[in-house]
């Protein structure tokens, strides 16, 4: 990947993330809404943030908008239940005393730029039914599959990241 | 809530043991990679909440380990197997396709 400098507009969005993250896991972890504890963690949370805000920079994260958090949100609900069945899935299997599995390796492909949103389409695929990313190169994800239905790269493209996809293109415009 | 948070947690528990059995039947490391990250996953995740809900003090601070645990665990799931792949663990017998060469040869043209 070349290394270029990142804009202006890039900075200002990973400086925002940064603040918003840490804030809110100060708040979380605090527990306490007392002014002392505010401003004191909001003062260093505004100094990591300005001194680390250049790293985050070119992970190219998504603009805030009311969409695209809406669209987070049902992302999350999406993914929670993808989870479920996994587990009942994998416990299924585990359980079953001739083991029904049928494992093998595919590629699938993906449309999404942006490294955040690669990374968190493999974490996804890594949590749903009997797949799991072994690795990301380019545009292309090799997956692990314990029941392989389908072996060309439409046909497992589409069964695996579809459901996703859709979503996290429409967070990561 | 005391109930309520017992019984999350024994699921939890539940879902963890599955894990460790997969880890035990399943033939190889990637079939013992899939059993072990989702079951260790909601297990976990449902044992920190339910700890969280039996005492609301601590309830945000699980909300964050929880979602630390949700975060990290596909990652060293992910680390796991590339490195197995890497270092040349076979897959089992019963495995029907493998797509890694295909994919070598798209990492050289890259």
Not at chain 1, 31 to 51: P, Y
Not at chain 1, 58 to 70: E, I, T
Not at chain 1, 125 to 147: C, E, Q, S
Request: proline residues 4%; contains cysteine; aromatic residues 10%.
């Amino acid at each position: 990947m070349p290394q270029t400098t990142p804009s202006t507009i890039e900075r200002v969005k990973g400086f925002a993330w940064l603040l918003m993250a840490t804030f809110v896991l100060w708040l979380a972890l605090s527990s306490k809404l007392n002014r002392a504890e505010l401003i004191c963690g909001g003062l260093v949370c505004l100094i990591i943030s300005l001194f680390g805000a250049h790293m985050y920079s070119k992970l190219g994260f998504p603009s805030l908008s009311m969409k695209m958090v809406l669209f987070f949100l049902i992302y999350i609900i999406v993914l929670f239940w993808e989870i479920i069945k996994a587990n009942f899935d994998v416990a299924y299997r585990v359980v079953h005393p001739k083991m029904p599995i049928k494992p093998g390796i595919v590629v699938i492909k993906t449309h999404l730029k942006s490294d955040i949103a690669k990374m968190i389409l493999a974490s996804s695929i890594t949590l749903t039914p009997g797949t799991f990313t072994l690795d990301v190169i380019g545009d292309k994800l090799l997956i692990h599959w314990i029941n392989v239905k389908a072996e060309d790269i439409d046909g497992a493209t589409s069964l695996i990241s579809r459901k996703f996809e859709k979503y996290l293109r429409i967070i990561f415009t | 809530m005391q109930i309520i948070g017992t019984v999350i947690t024994g699921i939890g528990t539940v879902f963890l043991c599955l894990g460790g059995l997969g880890v035990f039947r399943l033939p190889d490391v990637y079939n013992r990679l899939q059993a072990g990250t989702k079951c260790t996953t909601l297990g976990a995740f449902l044992t920190i909440i339910g700890v969280g809900i039996m005492h609301p003090d601590w309830l945000s601070k699980t909300l964050v380990i929880a979602l630390f645990i949700l975060i990290t665990n596909p990652i060293s799931n992910h680390a796991l197997g590339r490195a197995s792949r890497k270092s040349g663990v076979p897959l089992c017998d019963r495995s029907v396709v493998d797509k890694a060469d295909e994919f070598e040869e798209y990492k050289e043209k890259q």
